[in-house]
Every structure is written in structure tokens, then in C-alpha cells.
């Protein structure tokens, strides 16, 4: 199989819901991101996110929704079981094994920013202004970063110099 170029993402999760400190509780740091019900986002999740590619983790719906870490994915999409549990808030009575609709990937903590960056922070920088985050009407909960957003927001974040040991040789397999 070719090594495509490495894609780096935002995950927006409820900080009361999944934050980034659950994440990093996690055994070894990983967990699987579910209960993606948006259809975008789901072909994400499906077809373009790969294991090896970074991820800023973003605390939404909050009073102050900022990025506060980065992460890693560590397994390339697979069906979302928790669709398929009618007492799973996230069950979806059309998904089944044989047909399932919805899709997840896991995540790996990394370490968390030493400057969450707020919206604000975000619209005031020269690169990180145009984020899709930042877009009126745009709620993806997964949406595609460029990469020097992605190295921008590392370094506006606190992690300078960190980029190449989060994300070596800039490929994914």
C-alpha cells in the first residue's frame, strides 16, 4: 500500500461529555471516537481519516469553547457500535451490523495545550482566522485543518518545536 500525506483534523467534543482529561484517562491514552451523527462528518470518519493523523481536540458548547490539546489517530474507521445499543444514547435503530451507517476512529492523547486557544485567539491569528471552526453555521463536529494551521496552533498553543514528534515524516501508512 502507498504512504499517503498525512491529515490533520479538529474533534469537537462536550468537555462534560468527553473531554480531553477523559482521554487522557483512558488506558494508554486511546479511546474510540463515537457518536458522530452528522453525515459529513461520518464519511470523515469513514473514508479520509487515517491512523496516523493528527487531531486538535476542541472543548465545545461550553461558555469559553477553545482547542486545548492535540492527539493522534490510532486506528482507521470501523463501524460504531454504539448505534447499534438501543440504551446507547447515540443508538440508531436504521444501523445494523450488516448495514451499519455510522462510523468512529481512535484517538490517542498527546498532551494538552499549555494556552487552550479560544475563539478569539483563533480569529486574531493570521493563519488559524480562516479555520473552518470559525465559519457562522458551520457545526461539523470532525472538519478537515491544513497542516500549517495544524503546526500554527501547536506553537500559539504552547508546543513549539513539538510537530515533528506528533506527527513524524508527515505520512500516514
Avoid at 476542541?58 to 470501523?78: C, E, F, K, L
Avoid at 458551520?138 to 500554527?152: D, G, H, I, K, M
Wanted: glycine letters at 6%.
Amino acid at each position: 500500500m502507498p504512504v499517503e500525506t498525512r491529515r490533520y483534523w479538529l474533534m469537537k467534543s462536550e468537555p462534560n461529555c468527553f473531554s480531553l482529561d477523559d482521554l487522557k484517562a483512558c488506558p494508554g491514552g486511546i479511546d474510540h471516537w463515537d457518536g458522530v451523527r452528522n453525515y459529513q462528518a461520518r464519511n470523515f470518519l469513514r473514508d479520509e481519516i487515517r491512523e496516523g493523523d493528527g487531531v486538535l481536540f476542541y472543548h465545545s458548547n461550553i461558555p469559553n469553547p477553545a482547542i486545548v490539546g492535540v492527539a493522534r489517530v490510532v486506528r482507521d474507521g470501523y463501524p460504531d457500535h454504539t448505534a447499534l445499543d438501543p440504551r446507547n444514547d447515540h443508538f440508531d435503530p436504521r444501523s445494523s451490523e450488516d448495514n451499519p451507517i455510522w462510523f468512529m476512529v481512535d484517538v490517542q492523547y498527546l498532551e494538552e495545550f499549555k494556552y487552550p486557544l479560544s475563539r478569539e485567539d483563533l480569529r486574531l491569528h493570521p493563519l488559524l482566522a480562516r479555520m473552518d471552526v470559525l465559519k457562522k453555521g458551520n457545526r461539523l463536529s470532525v472538519q478537515p485543518v491544513r497542516e500549517e494551521q495544524f503546526r500554527a496552533a501547536l506553537e500559539a498553543g504552547g508546543l513549539v518545536g513539538s510537530f515533528d514528534a506528533y506527527c513524524p515524516r508527515g505520512e500516514r501508512k
